[in-house]
């Protein structure tokens, strides 16, 4: 069992050691895609691709999974939508309690901000410890389109803190 965690480290210590020297870490977040529902858009990185998350949906009695991206650089974004009336004030709080209970998750921040579209958005920042000494960024953002309300999340280990802001950005100030 010791032998394991210690061969886990090891490896991990050897990826965060070759990634970023190898310039897997260095795309452009310059290029945008789009993506829309119908009722709501945003824009985000080209370099981030479609995932299939068929049997991978998060259970949620408020929130259903709607879309998945990853890119090959550890960044992960998520967006859900709501599947029982709530306001993304509301949908926040019920975050932020869930979040302030688990020992190994830590809330950073929340604001409420409005992008140059005039969308509303309560946004959370959190981290998650794993692997003993890697710590995970999760980024969220609320927000109502008409009568549905979105979360975007945005997560990755915190290696480019710049990286991550970026991509946060992008997608906040382009949420129509």
Request: glycine fraction near 4%; include cysteine.
């Amino acid at each position: 069992m010791k032998n394991n965690t210690i061969l886990k480290i090891g490896i991990m210590g050897i990826l965060v050691s070759i990634i970023p020297t190898s310039g897997c870490t260095s795309s452009s977040t310059n290029e945008t895609k789009t993506f829309s529902d119908g009722d709501m858009s945003f824009e985000y990185p080209v370099d981030f691709y479609d995932v299939d998350y068929s049997g991978n949906e998060i259970d949620s009695s408020t929130m259903r999974l709607i879309c998945m991206f990853e890119n090959k650089n550890g960044f992960a974004m998520r967006v859900f939508k709501n599947k029982t009336r709530t306001s993304p004030t509301e949908a926040k709080d019920v975050a932020v309690s869930k979040i302030e209970n688990l020992s190994n998750y830590k809330v950073l921040s929340t604001t409420t901000e409005t992008n140059s579209n005039g969308v509303a958005v309560e946004k959370i920042s959190y981290s998650e410890s794993k692997f003993l000494i890697f710590n995970w960024r999760h980024d969220n953002m609320y927000f109502q389109r008409n009568d549905d309300v979105y979360v975007i999340t945005v997560s990755a280990i915190v290696l480019d803190k710049q990286k991550l802001a970026d991509i946060n950005n992008i997608i906040f100030q382009s949420i129509k």
